[in-house]
């Protein structure tokens, strides 16, 4: 029947509207009709009761973790800044920020403006921004900054509701508003926070391990250091003729040749070869001549001490 399909649509846009109001009553008294269990019964998958709509503000869709709106700072300072004993000047000394500038520069809009800090007396930088401006009117909320912060500093909120009336001002957000307590991250994305934490933990246990490993090789090096020198000590103990002692000259020799000795296995150590054994000195090869004449001279000296005795015996 024409028209009968109007009719038809009419009855059930009715039956919704007068059923929102049943379903309505099964919260009362104690519960809410805008509550998330009603918002999920009516917005699940079955054929939820009355207005299918989302009754905007009292209900609110739920953010999915990955959402993303405007940047906010993350600070180690654990209070909410609408808490009675916020402490601003603190939230801004515990900030992650270190003004390096990153996103700044990666920024596509260049939304973001950062002064650094800088000593006082010194004129040296500090890591910290002095100020810190996000311009929400430009920012496309790609999330680029967070995205390429080397130290988590800055991340995407989740926080939707920034309209309001002056538009000159507020909605260029500073270094007061940019920051929120580590807490607040945690909470809108947990799953990127605890992986961040993990990835820490990470990091700081293999920091440690490197540092025991190079405490322990010093240690290895030192004691190798000691028997060596140790070694070294009681070989000059025992070369040292009994009773005799050794003139300047033979002492500077021998501790130089000593000196050589160790700077050679130092750098054979350091360069991974294998300890070579005793580097000796190449000798020029003598001439036959040259032989003769050492000898003639070894015996002429010899008889001169035979003979020498000789008359002393006499
Ligand atoms: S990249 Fe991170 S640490 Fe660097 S200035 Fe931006 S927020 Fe700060
Ligand atoms: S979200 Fe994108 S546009 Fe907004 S401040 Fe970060 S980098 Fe710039």
Redesign the pocket.
């Known amino acids: 029947m024409f028209g009968l399909g109007i009719v038809k649509g009419l009855g059930i846009t009715l039956k919704h509207f007068v059923n929102t109001f049943v379903d309505d009553l099964k919260y009362f008294p104690g519960g809410s009709a805008t509550s998330q269990e009603a918002f999920a019964r009516r917005q699940g998958p079955g054929p939820g009761p009355g207005l299918f709509t989302v009754e905007y503000p009292e209900m609110k869709l739920k953010i999915p973790e990955n959402y ?1 709106f ?2 906010f700072l993350v600070t180690e300072y654990d209070v909410p800044p609408d808490a009675t004993d916020y402490v601003l000047d603190e939230a801004k000394a515990a900030n992650r920020c270190t003004s390096c500038g990153i ?1 700044a520069k ?7 403006w950062i002064v650094r800090t800088n000593d006082p007396k010194t004129g040296k930088p500090i890591p910290q921004p002095a100020e810190f401006y ?1 311009d929400t009117d ?9 995205e390429f912060c080397p130290f988590d500093a ?1 991340k ?1 909120d989740h926080d939707f509701e920034i309209a309001d009336y002056n538009r000159e001002v507020d909605h260029i957000h500073n270094l007061e508003r940019l920051l929120k307590p580590v807490s607040y991250y945690a909470k809108i994305r947990p799953t990127w926070y605890a992986q961040e934490q993990e990835a820490r933990r990470r990091e700081a246990e293999e920091k440690k391990r490197k540092e025991e490993e190079k405490k322990r090789k010093l240690a290895e090096k030192a004691a190798a250091k000691a028997a060596a020198a140790k070694a070294a000590g009681s070989s000059q103990a025992a070369a040292k003729p009994a009773g005799g002692k050794r003139s300047p000259e033979e002492i500077k020799a021998q501790r130089e040749a000593m000196m050589a000795k160790r700077a050679a296995k130092k750098a054979a150590q350091e360069s991974g070869a294998a300890p070579e054994a005793e580097a000796k000195p190449a000798k020029p090869k003598r001439t036959p001549e040259e032989i003769k004449a050492q000898r003639e001279a070894m015996m002429k000296k010899r008889a001169e001490r035979q003979a020498k005795a000789d008359s002393q015996s006499e």
Do not use: F
């Not at 990666?106 to 973001?112: A, D, G, S």
């Not at 430009?138 to 967070?146: H, L, R, S, V």
């Open positions: 993303r405007v940047p996103c990666v920024c596509p809009p260049q939304c973001i996000i430009i920012c496309m909320n790609c999330g680029y900054c967070a800055i995407m």
